[in-house]
């Protein structure tokens, strides 16, 4: 073997080794170790981030926005890698606004390898926070929740917590409508940190838009209406709804005290409550519009129909007096309502009887939820014939011995109004584009019965009425008052009262039903000076709006 | 000089065994076309020939494969052996393509990544969008609250009139013809707004023991409210049931 062969046999040895070695490193990289640094590559090299589905918005029924999302970031640290964490935190201290000793105490959290700095702040911030390229300290896509109208129709509308599911309100119900699905992205960089690649693994949806009965503009007025009531008589809490007699539809649904949607944590129970479905409370005399109603319905009596009262009148062990004491008189049944006569409702319900006046409330809806698309709505408290005492056709009458919610009241006086068929109220007017249902209805009275209440409650804001001093120029108006004594400790309170009124109007076409629920009020407490005047504000200010004309038309 | 001699023949055996490979080679191709021995052939009635042991069933794409397999690989040899793949891979060229082969491969690469990088490039950039403009549109839902509203209208001294002051008309025939004329002839401009003399009763009066009087809105003067309200709305003879003042 020549020299040269032997230096190639050599040379070929040496690259046969060399193959030799490279094949055996590749397949302890490849085989043995693949799975565990294919692994650790991934996970430097591939991201999967979670690109939030921001939720539907809330419209008004003019489609101006009540609640909407807006694309946000949530910032985090990873203790262990944060470097210099003092410094880090005042630097994050600075950018967040915040305090800089809770944000060392996060940042140097021994027992956790994932701390949030901070949720839902708006992209400038995140922006801030991510220029300052701290070690440790990372930003997540994410979406908060806008309330544009500020406190506007709060309760309504409801609220989401952090992780944007509803809590409250529409929020809560309308989860399902609402709610938008999260999607998934994958970004692919490159050994120095460089995006080299994006995809989509799952696209993020948004929910679907929620469209409601109620009128921004409406809703404002009614809650400034509430807020100056609340200025002057401290009440513990006040309700006003504006409705669309014709439909049910609700237009306003005004609560005071108000809550903050964006911080609902914030807001004690009260303030969240929706107290025209949540409440119950004696209706007190606005009550006695359904007991002429029922007794008109039997033909036992006639708006002209006279009835000799004395000043008090006795049933079993009670004895039912006026608010203001009189002597012996004579009054027609719409003078009854007009004067809302205790003595002579009482007289009416007693010629009623028990058994059809229970069927005649239960007719107008009381004693059972109204079915308003809202969630948590009370039903009310009303006794079964079987369980009245001696007295109840005593209290029944006038309002007393059972309890309400300001809706039921507000859909019954809305039937009296449109003519005597009782709508279930609504709130949503559109669900995902499509027009929500119009929900049941079903005639409760006659026509021509209905047109006398109606008449008959006209009286109540004449000259004479417990609601004279109040008017809108140019509209005829109808409504009831409503002062009821609250029970406290069992028995009837001399100082705790529940003062209301609901009306409507133009009283011979009403187009606009409002009431009005003040719970406590202080100084006074008649339904015809607290709450009625605040029916005058709303009314002065709906009727036109929306383009309802004296005589009954328009809109 | 035995060494000379055997040097001579160790420098004379590559090139014998080169011109007997160029040949070689040479004879190759025709070799390649050939058909294999019987292949092709076929008896006068036109059926192939063959020996195939009896009882094994017949089947034509068993039959087929080996042909097609054999044919494919032959033209594929052929390539090798052709001529120009031999003088380019003899020659300097060959030294060329495959440089440029290499650079274009790399360049592919780079040039996919580079897509890739822009892609995703604007990806994030219609995200930011996106977000921006998440983040506008419920900013202008906030410009656009009844109260920013409300707080605008005060400030070009609009006003809510009074219900009493609003009365409906019927239109006319020639309403709308009328109100074009006149709006053609400039008679209505935003110059007729009169200046806000109260005020705006956006915020309503609180509610107080006082009875509700028809006045009682946060117009001073009921007379210069109308004035107001009915500054910028067109004669009743125009309007075709519009809002005016009496």
Redesign the interface.
């Given at each position: 073997m020549s020299l040269l062969e032997r230096r190639i046999g050599l040379l070929f040895a040496l690259f046969a080794l060399a193959l030799c070695v490279v094949v055996a490193r590749a397949s302890w990289l490849q085989g043995v170790r693949g799975s565990e640094l294919r692994a650790d590559a991934q996970s430097q090299q591939i991201e999967t981030v979670v690109v939030p589905g921001?939720r539907g918005a809330i419209l008004d029924r003019n489609g101006?926005?009540l609640a909407?999302?807006?694309?946000a970031a949530t910032i985090f640290a990873t203790p262990y890698q944060v470097e210099d964490p003092p410094r880090a935190a005042a630097k994050l201290a600075k950018a967040l606004d915040a305090d800089p000793d809770e944000l060392l105490e996060l940042l140097t959290s021994p027992d956790s390898g994932f701390q949030y700095v901070a949720r839902k702040v708006?992209?400038p911030t995140a922006e801030r926070v991510r220029k300052l390229r701290l070690a440790g300290i990372g930003t997540l896509a994410d979406?908060r929740r806008?309330y544009?109208?500020?406190e506007?129709a709060s309760q309504v509308i409801g609220s989401v917590g952090v992780d944007n599911n509803g809590l409250t309100g529409l929020e809560a119900s309308r989860e399902e409508t609402l709610h938008g699905t999260a999607g998934e992205r994958e970004?692919?960089r490159d050994a120095l940190g460089?995006?080299?690649?994006?995809n989509t693994l799952a696209s993020a949806n948004a929910g679907s838009d929620l469209r409601l009965t109620i009128d921004?503009?409406l809703q404002?007025?009614a809650e400034?209406?509430l807020a100056?009531?609340a200025?002057?008589?401290d009440p513990k809490g006040a309700t006003a709804i504006v409705m669309d007699p014709r439909n049910a539809e609700v237009l306003a649904l005004a609560n005071h005290p108000a809550a903050d949607p964006s911080d609902p944590g914030g807001a004690t129970p009260e303030e969240l409550a929706n107290r025209a479905t949540g409440y119950t409370y004696e209706p007190g005399s606005t009550f006695k519009a359904f007991t002429v109603a029922g007794a008109l319905e039997e033909g036992i009596v006639t708006p002209e129909t006279p009835f000799s009262l004395p000043p008090t009148i006795q049933v079993a062990d009670r004895v039912i007096e006026e608010s203001h004491p009189r002597g012996p008189v004579t009054l027609s049944v719409a003078e009854i309502l007009a004067q809302s006569s205790n003595v002579g409702a009482v007289t009416v319900g007693l010629e009623v009887g028990a058994k059809r006046f229970d069927h005649w409330i239960r007719e107008f809806g009381f004693g059972s939820p109204t079915g308003i698309d809202f969630p948590g709505e009370e039903q009310g408290i009303v006794l079964r014939p079987s369980e009245y005492s001696g007295s109840t056709m005593g209290n029944l009458p006038i309002g007393q011995g059972l309890s309400v919610t300001p809706i039921q009241m507000a859909a019954g006086y809305s039937a009296i109004a449109n003519g005597g068929v009782l709508h279930t109220p609504r709130v949503v007017l559109e669900e995902d584009g499509q027009a929500a249902g119009a929900g049941d209805r079903r005639r409760v009275i006659s026509r021509r019965n209905s047109a006398k209440l109606r008449e008959m409650l006209r009286g109540v804001l004449a000259p004479g009425g417990t609601a004279s001093?109040?008017?809108?120029?140019?509209?005829t108006l109808a409504g009831k008052t409503g002062t009821a004594q609250k029970v406290v400790d069992g028995v009837y309170s001399d100082s705790q009262f529940v003062a209301s009124f609901v009306g409507f109007a133009p009283a011979e076409d009403p187009q606009l039903l409002v009431s009005v629920v003040v719970d406590e009020p202080q100084?006074?407490y008649y339904g015809g000076?607290?709450a009625?005047?605040?029916f005058?504000?709303i009314a002065?200010?709906a009727?036109?709006?929306l383009g309802i004309?004296a005589g009954g038309?328009?809109r | 000089m035995p060494a000379t001699a055997a040097a001579r023949r160790v420098a004379a055996a590559p090139a014998r065994r080169a011109t007997a490979s160029r040949a070689t080679l040479k004879k190759r191709p025709t070799q390649g076309r050939r058909k294999p021995a019987g292949a092709g052939r076929r008896p006068p009635n036109g059926r192939a020939t063959g020996s195939r042991p009896r009882g094994r069933p017949h089947t034509p794409v068993a039959g087929f494969v080996p042909v097609v397999v054999g044919r494919t690989a032959g033209a594929f040899g052929g390539i090798a052996d052709s001529s120009l793949v031999v003088r380019m891979t003899r020659g300097r060229l060959w030294i060329g393509v495959l440089g440029v082969l290499l650079v274009g491969i790399v360049a592919l690469n780079v040039w996919a990544?580079s897509l890739?990088?822009s892609?995703?490039?604007v990806?994030?950039q219609t995200d930011g969008l996106?977000?921006?403009n998440?983040?506008l549109?419920?900013q202008i839902?906030?410009e656009?609250?009844?109260?920013e509203v409300?707080a605008a209208a005060a400030k070009l001294g609009l006003i809510?009139?009074?219900?009493?002051?609003?009365?409906?008309l019927e239109g006319k025939r020639n309403a709308a013809a009328i109100a074009a004329r006149r709006l053609a002839g400039g008679e209505f401009t935003l110059g007729e707004v009169a200046p806000a003399v109260v005020e705006p009763p956006a915020?309503?009066?609180?509610?107080?023991?006082a009875?509700?009087?028809?006045e009682d809105?946060a117009v001073a003067d009921p007379a210069q409210a109308t004035a107001t309200a009915t500054a910028p709305v067109a004669p009743p003879a125009a309007t075709g049931g519009g809002?005016v003042a009496p």
């Open positions: 921001s101006t926005e909407v999302s807006e694309d708006d992209l979406s806008i544009p109208q500020g506007l970004i692919v460089k995006e080299l690649e994006r921004a503009s404002a007025q400034e209406v100056g009531l200025e002057t008589y001093e109040v008017s809108v120029p140019g509209y100084g006074d000076t607290v009625a005047p605040a005058g504000e002065k200010f009727l036109p709006y004309e038309r328009g | 990544l890739n990088a892609s995703s490039k990806a994030r996106k977000r921006a998440s983040a549109q419920a839902a906030a656009l609250s009844n109260e409300q809510v009139p009074e219900p009493g002051a609003i009365r409906y915020v309503p009066a609180a509610v107080t023991d009875p509700t009087a028809p809105a809002v």
